[in-house]
């Protein structure tokens, strides 16, 4: 059976999962005497002070590849888990423009949908998608590149990178507006995965809200706008 429709499997429960990732770029330094952890970027270098083991392992992970940090944190006891999960998330948060953010199944296959930052301002806000309608922005390009399928907009902020075949299917049904569970219907993947892609893909600014004539109208009234501002 192929990997992208393992999901199928009777009986099996969907399950999404949120996997987390430096770019191939980012190198991890650990190991220094004051137990520092050194991020080298394209942007420069981010020192990571005082980190616990537990941050340390993760971010030593995350130079690997995508991975569940749920995984990470699965050894810890309990009455510390909390904790960890909220300072880890806080310095995932302040490292957001060299993290790659990443959706998959839980399935041990790897990445469904990746998320890439291109500047050092990306920011990620990843949030469930509102009730109306969603589509791809149309300035999205697409291209193929090393077997997945590659959505960007000019000048945008991140690139996101759809791994296996079936996400074609989504870009397709994502030409015109619809709403998440007529995407389902459309594409015929499971809402879950649906759902997250779909919020990952307005995170990134690769897909946008509203109707053809909503999208026109806002443009037009910020067109207009800018040319009554000032100089």
Avoid: K
């Amino acid at each position: 059976m192929s990997s992208h429709m393992s999901w199928r499997q009777p009986g099996r429960q969907v399950r999404t999962v949120a996997l987390w990732s430096f770019p191939e770029d980012v190198l991890v330094e650990t190991g220094a005497p004051d137990g520092s952890v050194l991020l080298l970027t394209r942007w420069g270098e981010i020192r990571v002070t005082d980190p616990d083991p537990t941050t340390v392992e993760s971010l030593r992970r995350m130079s690997f590849g995508p991975v569940s940090l749920e995984n990470v944190l699965r050894g810890v006891a309990d009455d510390s888990v909390e904790d960890l999960r909220r300072r880890l998330s806080a310095l995932l948060d302040r490292l957001q423009h060299v993290v790659v953010r990443s959706v998959g199944l839980a399935d041990g296959l790897g990445p469904w949908l990746s998320a890439l930052p291109l500047t050092p301002r990306a920011v990620f806000r990843l949030a469930p998608p509102a009730d109306g309608l969603v589509w791809l922005s149309p300035a999205v390009q697409t291209r193929r590149e090393s077997g997945g399928l590659v959505l960007e907009v000019p000048g945008g902020a991140f690139r996101v990178v759809l791994h296996r075949p079936d996400g074609g299917r989504l870009v397709d049904a994502l030409a015109v507006p619809r709403t998440v569970a007529a995407l389902v219907v459309a594409v015929a993947l499971p809402a879950a995965l649906v759902g997250e892609a779909v919020a990952h893909l307005l995170a990134a600014g690769v897909a946008v809200t509203g109707t053809h004539a909503e999208r026109a109208a806002a443009t037009s009234v910020d067109t207009q706008s800018a040319r009554r501002a000032p100089e």
